[in-house]
Structure formats: C-alpha cells, structure tokens
C-alpha cells in the first residue's frame, strides 16, 4: 500500500477483504455506488474499520487490563512481553512517551518501583534494562522469589485488582489465584486431578472456562455459581426488578425501614467484630450495572473518581488515594471486617472523618475507611446513600440526595453513550414522501461583543499598559520575593501528584508558556512540590505548586493587609469608578536570587524553578502588598484604595476621574506594571470590589454572597461551622450584634469538644441568615 496512490488506496485495500468484511463493504458499495465508496479518503475508510471491527467497548476493556497489568514475582520478561503487546494494542495510553514510562513504573513490584522511578525517564528502555538488573538483585538479595517460586500472601501488593488483569492457568498455586475486587469475576476450578479438559471449545481469558459465544464472565452473589450475574439469577428473591424502581431498604429481608446490619434475621448477634460488605466492581462493568453509579466529582478539592454501591455496607477510600487528601486517619476502637463478595475477609481499623464530598455545588459530610481498592478511588455504600436519604434512579444512572433544608439535588452517573442512528438518503426520502416531519437543528454560537480599548476614554491613549500577555521577566523593583527559613530547615521534595488527563495536557502547555517566556527554567534543587489546578472564573485552570511543607518551614511576613472596613471609609462622597486587576500579578514580581532553587516543583515532565514569585507561597500576599503600596503611595486614601493586585479608582464627578484615571494609568506605564482588559471595569456608577457592592449611595452586600448563605444547610461539623462563619463574619460590619447571635456557632468549633447542634443553635443560625439577606445600605 506505501506506493499505491492516495485515489486508488481504497479500491486496492478492499480488493483483499473476505468473508464478513467483504459482505459489510459490499453493504457500502450497494447503499452509496461503486465509484462514491472507492472515492472515500482513506482516513474515513480506515475509521470505519476500526468503527466495526474495533469497537471502543473492546479497547476500553483492553485499556482496563493495561491499567492494572502487574510484574508477578520476578517474572520480569513475561511483564515486559506483555507490556508491549499492550502498548501495541492501547496506543493512547502510551503516547506520549512519559505516559508508557509511568505504566511501566505502574506495573512493578515496590521492591524495584522507588529506585526505577528515581532514575533519568526520558525514555522507555533504559528503563527496562534498569528494571532487569534490579530485578535481578533483589533475587539475589532474597527480596523477590526465584522464577517460578511465588511471594507469601502477607507480602502481596495490590490484593484487590481485578482479576482480568492476567490469566491464571489452572496450575497455579491457590494462594496466587486473583482475589476478586469486583463481585462479577470467576476462577476456573482446579482439574489438575481429572486429567484436564479435553474437548474443543476455546479457553475463554475473563472467566477461565471453556466455551463458545460471548462469555458471561460472572460469578452470582447470590446463588455462588459462575456463569450468570446476580441480576439474572433465577434464586434471586426479586428477579423482576423495575430499572426505574428505586432502591431502598434492607438486602437480607427485603423490607425498607432498616439497614442489612440491623435486620433481626442476621445470625451473628454474639459480639464479633463488626462486619460489613464491599462489592467493588469493575469500572467498565459499572456502566452497564443498573445498581451502581459512578462518576468523578470533588473530594476535599481533589477530583475522584467514586463508585455509588448499593453493595457496600459502609463507604471506603482507597488507600493511595487517600494520601492526597493529606488528611489524619483516626484509630476506630474495633476491627472492622470488610467481607467482600467471594466471601473472602480484610480487616481496617482506621476511618478518615470530615471529608468533604461536593456534589452539585453541595459540600457534604463523609467518613471513609482507607482500604486498597482497584478501580475506583472511592466506594460510598449504604451507610452514607441511607443516612443523606439518597435514591438511585436504575435505568437513568442516577442519584438523588435530599439536603436537610428540603432541597433534592440529582447527581447523573456516567453511562455508556447512546448510539446515533444513521439512515441512507433513500430511506430518508421515503419517509418524507410519506409524511413523516423532517426537522433541521442548526446550532450557532452568538458572539460575545468584545470591549476594544479604543473605545475607552483615556484608556485609549495607554495601550502599552494593557498588552495581550506578558511581555517577559519583569525588571528589578524595589521590592522582591524572599523566602526566609526557620533555623535547621532542611529542603522538602515531594512526588508529583497524580493528575487527569486533561489536567496533564494542560500542564504541558502552561510549562512550555512558562518557558517561553522565561518565568520558569529547569532545576537542580534539593527542593521539590508537587504541581495541582484551581479553575478559575473564565473556566480556565490556574497552575499551581502545593507548598504547603516550604510554607511550614518559612518564616511568616508580618505586613499588614488593610482592613476591609478601613478601605471602604475612603469612599465616600464618590459617584464615578474604575477597577483595574494586574494580569497575572505575581509573575510580574522577580525571587530573590537566592531564593529561586526554593521554589523548585516537580512534574511527570520535569524538575523546574520559577524566577517570577508563583501561586501559593505564604508570604506572597504580604509582599506584593508592601510592591503596591510603595507604588501607589502618592495617590494612596486620596482617590485610590489598594488590595493586593486588585486597583480601585474613585471620584466625585466625571472631569475629577478623568484626571485620577489619567495619573494612575501614567504611573502603570512608569513601573511597567501590565493590567488585563478583560477584568477591569472603567467609567462605571456602581462597583463590585471586595465582595461588596459600591455606589453613590453607599455599600451593599453583594447578592452572589447572599444567595449562597441563603441557601447554606445546617452545618454538621465544627469545620462546616467555621466556612459558614467565616462568610457570614465577612459582612459583621451589616448586622448589629453580630457577635452575640453567633456566640453559640462559636462554642460548636472546637475540634476536641464533642460536636452539638441544638435548637439554641439552629435558631441563632437561621437568625443570622436571615439578617444577611435583609442586611441594610450603609
């Protein structure tokens, strides 16, 4: 096909086609002609190929078995053998080169994993030759099994992957065989003693049987028996399940009232330790599983990706997973016996509490039991749906949570996608010669009219001010970003933290920017963050480095941030307003020579510092605070009010602000201090700045603010006390008061007191929302 030319590459290609693809390009030929179907270019002819040939279900489940595809013992060779067949099979997994390099690292044992990742990964086989020779070492140091001998079970990592990870054959020892984390998996029986099977049909890879037709690759939970799913089970108590029926109620009797731990039927009523049931399945299973939903949503501002299972007693975490959350286990005073579907048992003795589930905009409460999963990041089972008095929609795949305050909030799981259904031309004329109604939908976007700075009094004549981006490294200042340490601080690395694909593309591009124009360059430091995303109000997502542990170890900056109230004093009398915001206020403000290997980062992509101050130090607040006082200092409290990187020009008539816009913008362009159009509001009569809304007759509170204290629900922990606090306290100066009606919320946000909410509380609460949504002009 390389010399065939581009016309006549379909006609050559389809020449060489038999049996059921030949009847399937025969089928295109009669619909569209001969010389139309020989006429498609070869990416549209190739696509339809792998459109019926390689189905997107097929490669997901491919993708499924690469994502947990492990290095067994020291079976180095078959790892790598297997390795590249996937690669081969999954090409979007693997490409770019730094996505191979991290499944490879993935898949090996954690005697080897630490010091292959260490390593120089630029590319693949070195890698591969560094894990042989480990490999190689740690049998001979007796911390891997020779070839052939197999790990005790105690010294397995990663007991839950789904057993679709690899094939076992039937000689296998029974203490290697996959421990299922999903309820729908199957282990052929041993038939070592019966001689082996002996008739024709092909040996199937998901269930280990040997069988003709798709395979049913389930084991029931209900019956014990392989070969079906629970749903279809004909012991099953309900086999006639309605999918839109909801789900409720205990799953030992089947009345609604109570959970499956408190049903009066269980046996075990003689003080063991507690029990509960965790049927974690599969993600691609979950989609075609009416009872579960999934989705990925916020935990704790970390996106997860969460299973809802009717399945599970109680909700857990993964293990890994949990460590980003950078939260404290707390001891449970028992051992609690997680029982999973095979009825094998593991125990945990830890919960986090407090963790903090947004869905819909919501924020709730949820405890979790760090346990290793496979799949999913988390598990939220009986306990929590039952206690939030949550329904699952079957057939829609979806979730409906009723708030405290009344409000149902419905949260839609991921299913899989609806086919579209084409129809030939001809058929399409045949229905509208019959009357059928055929309908165009045209869909456009309207476009957003853009302000052009031409058309802007006085802001015309200034347009260096106001460029498209940053023009490079800002020039020496007065005032620089220094990071002091407290004494015997040693540097902090960190390992980066694990981001979704598209948080990964956006972290090449916003690296390769940050190189470009010079705010960044690679780094040798003993110092290292991890790299996280904040979206930002545009939709767009701002880099930001967690320097949380720098931050521990960095002497605090005592300059003052002016006082909200202080600020809003100044303005009044005034009738005329322009905000102006620094673009990227930071990045406009040089480290301190000596300081730029503290600010060093780590990524998938590489080890770099920034020379500008970035996102996320303690003391940055402070100093750009202390580089716009001294810059705006001859105008400071006469027509200008300064909050951080925010600007706010105010006059009494026109002709006065024409004048006060003037020197401002004039003393911009002297310190090459560079502002972003797009948000900033110039020539207005009313302002919002600060969470406050300004006018000549005087402050409000902005409404945003108050529709969402409006809508706030009765907070269940000191930490939801404390956020509720802290946006009602923000607008005090509204409510006469204010401290005495929130002196019983005050008394509920201590940590080491036991936490109750009583009437004296819940009246003081909806007291103070309700001043805030009636809070008058000042």
């Known amino acids: ?391 699952i929609v079957c057939n829609e795949k979806i979730v409906r949570i009723t708030l405290p305050s009344g409000e149902q909030i419905s949260i839609q799981g991921e299913r899989r996608g609806i086919p579209l259904n084409i129809m030939s031309c001809m058929k399409a004329n045949k229905y509208l010669k019959k009357g059928y109604t055929a309908i165009l939908a045209l869909i456009t976007e309207q476009p957003k009219k853009e302000r052009k700075i031409e058309d802007i009094a006085i802001v015309r004549d200034y347009p260096e001010v106001f460029p498209d981006d940053l023009p490079g490294l800002p020039p020496a200042r007065q005032v620089e970003s220094q990071i002091d340490l407290t004494p015997g601080a040693a540097p902090i690395a960190k390992a980066p933290y694990r981001l979704a694909p598209t948080e990964m593309q956006e972290l090449s591009n916003q690296l390769q920017e940050l190189l470009d124009k010079g705010f960044i360059r690679p780094s040798f430091s003993p110092w290292g963050a991890p790299v996280l995303f904040v979206k930002k109000k545009d939709g767009s997502f701002r880099m930001c480095i967690d320097y949380r542990e720098l931050n521990k170890v960095t002497i605090k900056n005592r300059y003052p941030l002016p006082r909200i109230d202080d600020l809003f004093d100044q303005l009044q009398g005034s009738s005329y307003y322009s905000k102006i915001d620094l673009r990227s206020g930071y990045h406009q403000l040089r480290v301190q020579e000596g300081d730029i290997p503290k600010t060093a980062f780590r990524t998938w992509y590489g080890h770099y510092e920034f020379l500008v101050m970035p996102f996320g130090l303690t003391n940055a607040p402070a100093v750009f605070m202390d580089l716009m006082n001294r810059v705006c200092k001859p105008y400071l409290d006469k027509f200008v009010i300064v909050f951080i990187d925010d600007i706010l020009i105010y006059s009494k008539t026109q002709e006065e602000h024409a004048n006060h816009l003037r020197r401002v913008l004039e003393l911009l362009k002297k310190e090459q201090l560079y502002v972003k159009l797009s948000k900033c509001d110039f020539w207005i009569r009313e302002v919002q700045f600060l969470g406050h809304v300004v006018n000549e007759k005087g402050i409000h509170v902005d409404l945003a603010k108050i529709e969402a204290i409006k809508n706030w629900a009765a907070p269940k922990t000191p930490t939801e006390v404390r956020q509720f606090l802290g946006l009602a306290g923000y607008y005090r100066r509204f409510i006469e008061g204010f401290s005495k009606i929130a002196q019983s919320l005050t008394s509920r946000t201590h940590k080491d007191k036991k936490f109750e909410w009583g009437e004296k509380q819940g009246d003081a609460f909806d007291l103070l929302k309700q001043k805030l949504c009636s809070a008058p002009i000042l």
Not at 14 to 27: D, H, K, M, R, V
Not at 114 to 119: D, H, L, Q
Not at 169 to 196: C, L, M, Y
Not at 208 to 225: D, E, L, M, S
């Open 1 to 391: 096909m390389s010399e065939c030319s581009d016309e006549n590459r379909v006609k050559y290609a389809t020449g060489t086609l038999e049996g059921p693809a030949l009847t399937w390009w025969n089928t295109h030929v009669q619909t569209f002609g001969l010389e139309t179907a020989n006429s498609i270019p070869w990416d549209n002819f190739t696509r339809m190929l792998h459109e019926e040939y390689c189905p997107r279900d097929e490669i997901r489940k491919l993708e499924e078995k690469f994502w947990v595809h492990k290095m067994v013992g020291s079976e180095i060779e078959k790892y790598c053998t297997r390795f590249h067949e996937l690669c081969k099979l999954c090409p979007a997994m693997v490409t770019p080169e730094y996505k191979k390099i991290e499944q490879f690292i993935s898949g090996l044992p954690e005697q080897i994993q630490s010091t292959v990742t260490a390593s120089d990964r630029t590319t693949i086989q070195p890698l591969i030759r560094l894990a042989h020779k480990l490999t190689d070492q740690a049998v001979a140091q007796g911390k891997l099994p020779k070839r052939g001998e197999h790990l005790k079970p105690q010294e397995t990592k990663r007991k839950w992957e789904p057993s679709n990870n690899r094939t076992f054959s039937p000689q296998q020892p029974t203490q290697h065989r996959p421990t299922p984390a999903k309820v729908f998996t199957a282990t052929q029986q041993n038939t070592q003693g019966k001689g082996g099977y002996q008739g024709n049909s092909p040996k199937c890879n998901l269930c280990n049987y040997h069988h003709f037709g798709p395979c049913k690759k389930g084991k029931c939970t209900n019956c014990g028996r392989n070969g079906h799913l629970t749903k279809e089970c004909r012991s099953n108590p309900n086999p006639n399940l309605n999918k839109n029926e909801t789900l409720k109620g205990c799953f030992t009797c089947g009345k609604p009232g109570h959970m499956r731990r408190d049903c009066p039927q269980n046996k075990n009523t003689s003080g063991n330790p507690a029990r509960g049931r965790a049927f974690v399945i599969g993600s691609g299973e979950a989609k075609d599983d009416p009872n579960v939903v999934t989705g990925t949503f916020l935990l704790n501002n970390v996106y997860a990706s969460i299973l809802f299972d009717t399945g599970a007693d109680r909700s857990f975490i993964s293990s890994d997973f949990s460590r980003s959350l950078n939260m404290t286990p707390t001891p449970l005073d028992y051992k609690y016996t997680v029982e999973l579907a095979d009825g094998k048992l593991i125990e945990t003795q830890h919960i986090i509490k407090g963790c903090v589930l947004t869905l819909a905009d919501h924020r709730l409460v949820i405890d979790l039991m760090p346990v290793t999963l496979g799949s999913f990041d988390v598990v939220i089972g009986m306990e929590w749906l039952s206690a939030n008095h949550a329904e």
